[in-house]
């Protein structure tokens, strides 16, 4: 793949009241550089569903994931329970392991020693059209 550099503006643009605008131009950056980190495990995903919403991740959305990151406590993650994907928080309290959608209308999924469970990848950054809500 041929690297992609874009400009990068020198001084952030504020998002409150306007200013004068800097015409300067910091570097030109790669967007592979601030967003992959392990280009082996690194995988795109594109969303389907509403149940992260709250999170800011909504259908059609692309997720950056991970599969070389270890899953902390509060990150977002793909895993596979029951042979079905999902994007959920991961929540570990104790010895429980819970996956909590970020929207009221869907529940708490709580791991049992029953489910097959496993984190697929850790969700590093999502691209999101804000133009299409």
Known sequence: MQKQELQLFLE????GFPSPAADYVD??????????KNKISTFLVRVAGDSMINS??????ILI????VTPSHKNIVVAILNGEFTIKRFIKENSKIILRPENPKYKDIEISIEDDFKIWGVVTFN?????LQ
């Open 12 to 15: 952030p643009i504020p998002a």
């Open 27 to 36: 570097r030109n950056v790669d967007l592979n550089d601030i967003l992959i």
């Open 56 to 61: 800011g991740i909504f259908p059609g959305d």
């Open 65 to 68: 994931v991970d599969k070389s």
């Open 127 to 131: 691209i999101h059209n804000p133009n």
